[in-house]
């Protein structure tokens, strides 16, 4: 079955500087990966995701993440942090084996302060 | 561009009663999916449906039941209601290939069971 770790309840990191959130998977087929934001009291929005090809994958208000097969990681990455940034992240993931459905991470919320 | 619509935005019951949560997906969009996110709670994958069929199914309540019409709007049927089914219901919405185009999320629908 897949499943998504996010080992982090909250990050907090200061207004400019560089900012990670961790997720690791695990699946039987290959992993198609996914982050999503969440501000209070709205839906999800959908940041970036890695399906194939390069690892690096760059996404949406300046946000990338790595994905690492090694390692079953695919941690999301902002060179400079804003206090904007502050919500609530989201990891997923699909199975290439086990239908179409995500299956989230717990979240990790993110507070940047000034 | 057109979203996910969920109606409505927010309900209110009481115990034992009976609640019917509305999603409309994306033009051209065959397949949906509901999500179940407690309070504090990463999103749970309830059921999905692609071209008004059953896909996959996920920790849905038996006392729950759902379908895709013939215009690809999805209902959420939710009888018996008990004080744990309060949370936010999320829908989203892709095309079959979703790995490709992604998935689109609803605002969600804020059911609270009193």
């Known amino acids: 079955a897949q499943s998504v770790a996010q080992p982090e309840d909250q990050v907090n990191v200061a207004e400019g500087n560089p900012l990670t959130v961790k997720c690791t998977y695990s699946v039987s087929g290959n992993p198609y990966l996914f982050w999503y934001v969440q501000y209070p009291n709205r839906g999800l929005q959908f940041l970036l995701k890695?399906?194939?090809?390069?690892?690096l994958v760059k996404g949406s208000y300046g946000f990338e993440a790595e994905f690492n097969k090694s390692q079953t990681s695919f941690h999301l990455k902002k060179p400079s942090a804003l206090v904007s940034d502050s919500a609530l992240y989201f990891c997923a993931v699909r199975d290439s084996n086990a239908g179409n459905m995500l299956t989230f991470g717990g979240g990790t919320r993110l507070m940047v302060k000034p | 561009a057109a979203g996910v619509i969920q109606s409505p935005r927010h309900l209110i019951k009481e115990k034992r009663e009976t609640a019917t949560l509305k999603c409309y997906p994306i033009?051209?969009?065959?397949?949906v999916y509901w999500y179940q996110q407690g309070p504090g709670q990463d999103p749970q994958f309830l059921i999905s449906?692609?071209?008004?069929?059953?896909?996959d199914k996920g920790s849905i309540p038996d006392r729950f039941s759902a379908q895709q019409f013939s215009d690809y709007h999805s209902e959420l049927n939710m009888s018996s209601l008990e004080l744990g089914d309060s949370a936010l219901y999320f829908c989203?919405?892709?095309?079959?290939?979703?790995?490709?185009?992604?998935?689109?999320f609803g605002s969600g629908t804020r059911l609270t069971v009193v």
């Open positions: 033009p051209r969009h065959d397949t």
């Open positions: 449906f692609y071209e008004k069929m059953q896909s």
């Open positions: 989203a919405s892709s095309n079959r290939d979703s790995v490709i185009y992604g998935y689109t």
């Open positions: 890695y399906i194939t090809g390069d690892n």
